[in-house]
């Protein structure tokens, strides 16, 4: 059974990983886990809404993203929900509050929250179209469930000094930490190599990233780390080059399809 703790219903998501994160998370523990690309930050979210690590560091170079986490862990949070709930979630409304700038950092995370929630897949990625059918094929609204989203968004509030957001790039701060001499867990999820190279449209606004730095720097790290990977023969050549555990997991996607993914540690779980 997933759990689910995030508000966004982000693409790419790891919810179908939590028995394998779990595991990771009891070995070779640490009080602090850092998330690189953290997106919807499930594996931050898991790992303190369960204990396991009591400081997680959300690592997200989209600044929409990065609104939502901020508002959520301080105290706009309130504010936060009072939008979600007195907001009438329909295409005319959706498309005027997409249509405007926002003016704050409270209206960025709305914003943000109403569009993963408003757009096919979640995709917050210039271009992606809006729902039309829906869960069931009941429309747009099918997707909004205000009670339940500030139900998540509270309920992550009471857990607020755990978490700290760095808005910037993953690799910079990977660099960094490898120069830190306190151990940290580090979860990986990148945007994937064969979206990149094959021309797909993109599930992130920033989707683009050097490979073959992050696994550079992957082999460098004395960290504990896990990553993750769609299956392909070049991430699967670097992690060679980096003498990397690569091990095969089969997931579920969104729409019950079937997949293998790759799962690079230092040493296989």
Same mark, same amino acid.
């Given at each position: ?48 809404? #369960?204990?396991? !690590?009591?400081?997680?560091?959300? %690592? =997200?170079?989209?600044?929409? +993203?990065?609104?939502?986490? &901020?508002? $959520? ?17 329909? #295409?005319?409304? !959706?498309?005027?509050?997409?249509? %405007? =700038?926002?003016?704050?950092? +409270?209206?960025?995370?709305? &914003?943000? $929250? ?37 139900? &998540? ?117």
């Amino acid at each position: 059974m997933r759990v689910y703790y995030s508000p966004l219903r982000y693409p790419g998501g790891k919810s179908w990983l939590a028995l394998e994160l779990r595991t990771w998370l009891s070995i070779n523990p640490s009080s602090e886990l850092v998330e690189l690309f953290a997106g919807g930050a499930f594996a931050s979210l898991l790992a303190v809404v #369960e204990g396991y !690590v009591s400081k997680a560091t959300l %690592v =997200e170079l989209d600044p929409a +993203v990065c609104a939502v986490w &901020r508002s $959520i862990f301080s105290p706009t949070a309130d504010d936060l929900c009072a939008l979600i709930e007195k907001f009438t979630f329909d #295409e005319k409304s !959706v498309r005027e509050l997409l249509s %405007v =700038e926002p003016e704050s950092e +409270v209206m960025l995370a709305f &914003r943000t $929250i109403v569009m993963n929630r408003a757009r096919r897949g979640g995709i917050l990625a210039p271009g992606a179209g809006l729902l039309k059918l829906g869960e069931r094929k009941k429309g747009m609204a099918s997707r909004w469930y205000p009670e339940t989203l500030c139900k &998540r968004i509270f309920m992550l509030n009471s857990y607020a000094k755990k978490f700290s957001v760095i808005e910037g790039d993953a690799l910079e701060k990977l660099s960094t930490l490898n120069r830190r001499k306190s151990h940290v867990k580090l979860f990986i999820d990148p945007p994937y190599i064969k979206l990149q190279e094959r021309g797909i449209k993109p599930l992130y606004r920033f989707n683009s990233i050097n490979h073959r730095k992050l696994f550079e720097l992957v082999g460098k790290t004395h960290h504990d780390f896990l990553m993750t990977y769609d299956l392909n023969e070049i991430a699967m050549s670097f992690a060679k080059q980096q003498n990397l555990c690569v091990e095969k997991i089969q997931m579920r996607t969104a729409h019950a399809i079937k997949k293998e993914e790759l799962l690079i540690t230092r040493n296989c779980l």
